[in-house]
């Protein structure tokens, strides 16, 4: 049973440009949190979706971020327009239920240059 | 608003020695209460949880946590710390009226030989 995955690992974008990042959950798990890492700042929620549903976004900027969990493929979380200050690592989350243990990917680094 | 809190951000200790991790929530209502490790440059790994029962749980690489309701923590403890423990330990906490996974800020342990 495959972990978490995310894709890409690394992901270098100029400023103005979008960035999607991917992640696809474990096997039957159908809740996804997105978080975002910056050093010295441990892990910022931002968002938790089910299959085709957003439950909570109260940790994502109003502006430029979005993310999605389609009834197929994996859950993208898209930056558009990206700026110096979005470079960051990105993980994702997943599980089988809510109020459970939550697995972690391999997390996405953005570089905005 | 809900929040966890970590107090110790950067701890230095010795091999051998003990390790105690302090970990406060704010919330007055059901919760899951949750310990992940980061290894340097690898994702969150789950270390150990609690969702009922014993207050004292058991978890991997001889980490314990103790659930003591009424003062709404939940320390990481180990009686003797390896060098290979140099992580970052994050407290994570699971609401059940939001199904939302909230860490915190973590607290990055240094072990010297």
């Known amino acids: 049973n495959a972990g978490v995955m995310q894709n890409p690992r690394h992901l270098v974008r100029r400023r103005g440009q979008e960035a999607r990042l991917r992640c696809s959950p474990m096997k039957g798990h159908s809740h996804v949190y997105w978080y975002r890492q910056l050093p010295e700042e441990g892990l910022k929620f931002m968002v938790y979706?089910?299959?085709?549903?957003?439950?909570?976004e109260s940790g994502m900027p109003k502006e430029r971020f979005s993310a999605e969990f389609p009834k197929e493929g994996p859950s993208i979380l898209r930056i558009q327009q990206v700026v110096r200050g979005d470079s960051a690592a990105y993980f994702c989350a997943s599980s089988p239920s809510a109020a459970t243990e939550a697995f972690f990917g391999q997390g996405t680094r953005l570089t905005v240059v | 608003a809900q929040s966890v809190s970590q107090h110790n951000h950067h701890v230095i200790l010795s091999e051998a020695a003990s390790l105690e991790l302090g970990c406060n929530y704010s919330?007055?209502?059901?919760?899951?209460l949750f310990w992940y490790v980061q290894y340097p440059g690898q994702h969150l790994q789950l270390l150990l949880k609690?969702?009922?029962?014993?207050?004292l749980v058991k978890g991997i690489k001889g980490f314990e946590a103790e659930f003591i309701k009424s003062k709404f923590s939940f320390n990481l403890r180990k009686p003797s710390v390896q060098w290979s423990d140099t992580a970052e330990y994050f407290c994570a906490v699971t609401l059940y009226n939001t199904d939302k996974l909230i860490f915190g800020t973590g607290t990055r342990l240094q072990v010297f030989p």
């Open positions: 979706l089910q299959k085709e549903n957003i439950i909570d």
């Open positions: 609690y969702f009922s029962g014993d207050p």
């Open positions: 919330y007055g209502g059901t919760v899951n």
